[in-house]
């Protein structure tokens, strides 16, 4: 429906002449007119006061389809780092809504998942700010610590805080619902690996590496991760190595290399194999990893200019191959947020 069909449906649902209408717009009779008769458009800034007037969304005042309006709210919190409360609200009843309703609910799921994980990724950035500044003030206190940790994602001392016990059992329980499905194994054996359960994983990894759709290269990097769980290096370093002798132009295998070498500190092997990852990948557009991985060593060695220099990388691939702009995608005024930080140390 044209939105100046909407308007005069929605005005005579209200019981509202067009003079009361322009009244509480603050605008003339014969704007309404036009609106209704399509000879002229709303001006966006009137949008909101119109839907509020007639107690709606402005997604409904263009009745949009419900995959437009999923595909809306999914570009928009891409695109924001933080969501207003009222927009927060608004797209959380209309999710909690389609689900209540059993309709669209794989979609809905992810979306109403992401919303609150967008509202805590903010909070928590929040809460990092304002826990850092207690913690400066009384530096010998613990007080805000343990925000800061689960904040921003730190370090715990205490296994009994850091261990992945719940995330085993989780997808344990997955595979064992599902054991055809490869990634939930996957997830498996990161969070056994984390905690050096290497038995256990030893044990999954082979029901991983029967199925059909097994990643072929993590069936051999896994071998090594399991290796080193056991705090047996040189055997996990071997196998990286043959594996990657075997394919020296595979992609894959070249940032699995690289991951492996930045896991072990062992930066400037690591820089190596992510460039000759991202070199080689085929795929168009190309994703950030790589790059990511360049920028965090170089800042952890302390060249900071050459980690700004991987930002304007970055910037470029985001904007060339994926053809983001900071309007559109978050990522692009986080990545001129981190140039700017670290030219700030260089």
Request: hydrophobic share 40%.
């Amino acid at each position: 429906m044209e939105l100046g069909k909407k308007i005069r449906q929605l005005r005579f649902k209200a019981g509202m002449t067009q003079e009361q209408l322009a009244e509480k717009l603050g605008i003339g009779p014969q704007s309404v007119s036009k609106w209704e008769n399509a000879v002229a458009m709303p001006d966006i800034t009137t949008l909101p006061l119109l839907a509020e007037i007639f107690g709606t969304s402005i997604d409904d005042l263009f009745d949009l389809t419900a995959e437009q309006r999923l595909n809306r709210i999914e570009n928009r919190m891409d695109a924001e780092e933080e969501l207003p409360q009222d927009v927060f609200r608004e797209y959380e009843e209309y999710l909690t809504g389609r689900l209540k309703a059993g309709q669209d609910k794989k979609r809905a799921t992810e979306l109403i998942a992401y919303l609150y994980w967008h509202r805590m990724n903010s909070y928590a950035r929040k809460a990092a700010r304002y826990a850092k500044e207690s913690i400066l003030l009384s530096p010998g206190e613990k007080g805000c610590q343990w925000i800061l940790n689960r904040a921003e994602n730190h370090a715990v001392w205490d296994w009994n805080m850091s261990n992945h016990t719940g995330a085993v059992d989780f997808y344990r329980e997955q595979v064992e619902a599902d054991p055809d499905a490869a990634l939930p194994y996957m997830y498996l054996l990161d969070n056994l690996i984390a905690d050096h359960r290497a038995d256990e994983a030893e044990r999954w990894l082979e029901r991983y590496c029967s199925l059909e759709k097994a990643n072929p290269v993590m069936k051999t990097v896994y071998r090594a991760y399991i290796a080193l769980a056991r705090f047996d290096e040189p055997s996990a370093d071997r196998i990286m190595e043959e594996l990657l002798a075997e394919q020296p132009g595979n992609d894959a295998v070249l940032f699995e290399t690289a991951q492996y070498y930045a896991a072990k500190c062992d930066y400037d092997k690591a820089i190596d194999c992510y460039e000759r990852s991202f070199a080689a990948d085929p795929k168009r557009p190309r994703f950030t990893d790589a790059l990511l991985g360049i920028r965090d060593i170089y800042e952890i060695m302390g060249d900071y200019a050459n980690a700004a220099k991987i930002c304007d990388r970055l910037l470029d691939l985001l904007e060339q191959e994926w053809g983001f702009t900071e309007e559109t995608d978050s990522s692009v005024a986080a990545a001129k947020k981190d140039k700017a930080r670290l030219l700030a140390k260089a």
